[in-house]
């Protein structure tokens, strides 16, 4: 256990922390959420439990909001009720066989599509449900990986006329599985 935490302060210190604070008890949904980490370096890595991405340019990490969220990054904002964009990755128990069939799930529950482009996210496929939210209360776009027995969504929702598209690329080509 000492062994990860020294590992995560590691890469914490790499990538700048700024402050520290408990995330939210389970349950409970914060009103606001403070600054963990930001990164200004397209080529800083950040470290989230089985998977690690660099930070896209202007984006701020935070405290996840939920036990199940492992990365929650804002995009001009200090919690996510005013911020132009967020990107959360929630990790838990895949709810169908398959990625594609999630993502195929999201998409008619939030009256969306499934595009027939699949991203690669270091070797597993991400499959994409779009929906033409311009609320952060309900994604723009969700990418469904499997990965090890476990389902990952790339959440990213954005305001009106907000483009995360580079961002989202950025993720992409930098994600690696620890």
């Known amino acids: 256990m000492k062994l990860t935490k020294c ?16 995330p939210p008890p389970a349950g409970t949904h914060a009103s606001t959420v403070e600054t963990s980490t930001e990164s200004n370096r397209t080529d800083a890595s950040q470290l989230f439990g089985d998977f690690s991405f660099s930070i896209p340019n202007g984006w701020t990490v935070v405290n ?20 132009k964009a967020m990107i959360k990755v929630d990790v838990g128990m895949p709810a169908a ?17 499934v595009s027939p482009e699949i991203m690669d996210f ?22 469904v990986l499997y990965h090890d027995g476990k389902a990952y969504l790339l959440m990213i929702g954005a305001t009106q006329g907000i483009d995360v598209d580079d961002s989202v690329s950025h993720i992409r080509k ?3 599985w620890n």
Request: some cysteine; aromatic content about 6%; overall charge positive.
């Open 64 to 83: 996840p909001d939920r036990k199940k969220t492992k990365a929650m990054l804002l995009l001009d904002g200090t919690t996510w009720q005013n911020a």
């Open 7 to 22: 590992l995560l302060l590691s890469v914490l210190g790499i990538v700048g922390c700024t402050s520290s604070t408990t």
């Open 97 to 113: 066989p398959t990625a594609k069939q999630t993502a195929e799930s999201f998409a008619k529950s939030a009256k969306g599509s």
């Open 174 to 176: 930098s994600w690696k």
């Open 122 to 143: 270091d070797g597993e496929p991400g499959f994409i449900a779009l929906t033409s939210s311009d609320k952060l209360t309900t994604p723009r776009m969700v990418i």
